[in-house]
């Protein structure tokens, strides 16, 4: 189990690094340059395989925790 763990926090640390920055976007549209702020963005491709395994693989992390906590 705490192999898993180990595997399952590293995988995680490393996807969510690998998305794209939208907080780039919020950040953007505070400071003033909101050219993008109302376009209606969909994820698409890798970007939304990226996006859906970052909540499994969150998922599984919290899961893994709770059942190794009891």
Known sequence: MK?????????LIAIVLLQSGKAE?????????NDS???????????????RLTWALG???FALCIIMSL
């Open 3 to 11: 192999i898993a763990l180990l595997v399952i926090s590293i995988l």
């Open 25 to 33: 976007a919020a950040s953007r549209s505070v400071s003033g340059n």
């Open 37 to 51: 702020l109302f376009a209606n963005r969909k994820e698409r491709g890798g970007e939304l395989f990226i996006t």
């Open 59 to 61: 998922i599984a992390f």
